[in-house]
């Protein structure tokens, strides 16, 4: 889901930044309003889990891959604001450092993966759980719906991005400057291989962490709550 | 052991394991995500090269490109393997220097001593 350099335009990729500024801004005041100094280091864990769970390209045979996200787990860990944060890092990491995602759709992969899934998989996660206990059976499922969830509305926000392209920018001859892709091909393509497969990664991934922390410590699952309210 | 150390040791344990993310799609004949190919592929897919993607494609030059160290695209996968556990350390460690960075600037010395 990681959108190269040269896919979007202009257009999309500069609106994409534009859009990301502020939330950019109110991550980093919510920050500054709620976390504590002993939470530095489960953020430097989200980033790092985000950064590396990317790395683990899932085939489909013959045919294309992808990847679990990992940014509902983080958000279900540190809340949304301090997991758009979170994964940011990791995006920017891997853009700079690896070219895995271009440096101009920046904005616009952080838009997908630390804004969009970030904030739907918590807020469904919040939903669904109720007030249903910490260490609930129900919360495990929930944790796994919302990550399909997130990370499906996520790739279809890439798929739109990817599918306008042919709508706004056309050369002379008819051929596609960027994305040569429509809506037609790009939605199918990416949310159809997210729902088939990489979804369900990004689901029992989420739900496997929140069930080995539900034993381990139900603690960190609580803290979110509090700072979030 | 407290909870944070067996979080950083499962990290630990995702970095020497994420060769796997290499290794299996070679091994079932994936290839690349969908609208993550290189610029030539396109002349296969849709029979010429978006001239604004061509432009716009070769504006950054990572240092690793791909979790692969510059020119060992054509190496055996055990090579590529041990680029892509190092390429998961630098990117970890940069990200964890990142983010106490952060945490450095945004949170306010009377919320440190707390």
Same mark, same amino acid.
């Given at each position: 889901?990681?959108?190269?350099?040269?896919?979007?335009?202009? %257009?999309?990729?500069?609106?994409?930044?534009?859009?990301?500024?502020?939330?950019?801004?109110?991550?980093?005041?919510?920050?500054?309003? $709620?976390?504590?100094?002993?939470?530095?280091?489960? #953020?430097?864990?989200?980033?790092?889990?985000?950064?590396?769970?990317?790395?683990?390209?899932?085939?489909?045979?013959?045919? $294309?891959?992808?990847?679990?996200?990992?940014?509902?787990?983080?958000?279900?860990?540190? *809340?949304?604001?301090?997991?758009?944060?979170?994964? $940011?890092?990791?995006?920017?990491?891997?853009?700079?450092?690896? *070219?895995?995602?271009?440096?101009?759709?920046?904005? %616009?992969?952080?838009?997908?993966?630390?804004?969009?899934?970030?904030?739907?998989?918590?807020?469904?996660?919040?939903?669904?759980?109720?007030?249903?206990?910490?260490?609930? +059976?129900?919360?495990?499922?929930?944790?796994?719906?919302?990550?399909?969830? *997130?990370?499906?509305?996520?790739?279809?926000?890439?798929?739109?991005?990817? +599918?306008?392209?042919?709508?706004?920018?056309?050369?002379?001859? *008819?051929?596609?400057?960027?994305?040569?892709?429509?809506?037609?091909? %790009?939605?199918?393509?990416?949310?159809?291989?997210?729902?088939?497969?990489?979804?369900?990664?990004?689901?029992?991934?989420?739900?496997?962490?929140?069930?080995?922390?539900?034993?381990?410590?139900?603690? #960190?699952?609580?803290?979110?709550?509090?700072?979030?309210? | 052991?407290?909870?944070?150390?067996?979080?950083?040791?499962?990290?630990?344990?995702?970095?020497?394991?994420?060769?796997?993310?290499?290794?299996?799609?070679?091994?079932?004949? =994936?290839? @690349? =995500?969908?609208?993550?190919?290189?610029? @030539?592929?396109?002349?296969?897919?849709?029979?010429?090269?978006?001239?604004?993607?061509?432009?716009?494609?070769?504006?950054?030059?990572?240092?690793?490109? @791909?979790? =692969?160290?510059?020119?060992?695209?054509?190496?055996?996968?055990?090579?590529?393997?041990?680029?892509?556990?190092?390429? =998961?350390?630098?990117?970890?460690?940069?990200?964890?220097?990142?983010?106490?960075?952060?945490?450095?600037?945004?949170?306010?010395?009377?919320?440190?001593?707390?």
């Amino acid at each position: 889901m990681h959108i190269p350099d040269g896919y979007l335009g202009p %257009a999309t990729s500069g609106v994409m930044y534009v859009l990301m500024l502020p939330v950019w801004i109110s991550a980093s005041k919510m920050a500054k309003k $709620t976390l504590k100094a002993k939470q530095v280091p489960l #953020l430097a864990i989200g980033a790092a889990f985000s950064f590396v769970i990317m790395m683990f390209n899932v085939p489909i045979p013959g045919g $294309t891959t992808g990847h679990a996200v990992g940014a509902v787990l983080v958000a279900i860990l540190l *809340g949304p604001w301090a997991a758009c944060i979170a994964v $940011t890092v990791a995006l920017v990491v891997q853009a700079l450092l690896f *070219g895995d995602g271009g440096i101009t759709a920046i904005g %616009a992969n952080c838009f997908n993966m630390a804004f969009i899934e970030v904030f739907a998989g918590y807020y469904i996660y919040k939903l669904i759980s109720g007030k249903s206990a910490t260490a609930s +059976g129900r919360r495990v499922i929930v944790a796994g719906i919302a990550g399909y969830i *997130g990370i499906n509305i996520a790739s279809l926000s890439a798929a739109i991005m990817f +599918g306008i392209q042919p709508l706004l920018h056309r050369a002379a001859d *008819g051929q596609s400057l960027y994305c040569p892709y429509g809506l037609g091909v %790009a939605i199918p393509a990416m949310l159809g291989e997210h729902m088939l497969v990489f979804g369900w990664v990004e689901a029992i991934v989420t739900a496997l962490v929140v069930k080995y922390l539900q034993k381990q410590d139900p603690t #960190l699952l609580e803290a979110v709550e509090e700072v979030s309210r | 052991m407290k909870t944070i150390t067996k979080l950083w040791i499962g990290i630990g344990v995702l970095i020497v394991l994420s060769p796997l993310g290499l290794l299996l799609p070679e091994r079932f004949k =994936a290839g @690349d =995500a969908w609208g993550e190919w290189g610029v @030539d592929t396109f002349k296969e897919l849709v029979g010429y090269i978006p001239q604004g993607l061509a432009k716009l494609s070769s504006l950054w030059s990572a240092p690793i490109p @791909d979790y =692969a160290f510059k020119g060992w695209a054509e190496k055996p996968l055990a090579n590529l393997s041990f680029a892509y556990i190092i390429s =998961a350390m630098i990117g970890i460690v940069v990200c964890i220097s990142i983010v106490f960075l952060l945490g450095k600037l945004l949170i306010k010395k009377s919320s440190r001593e707390k």
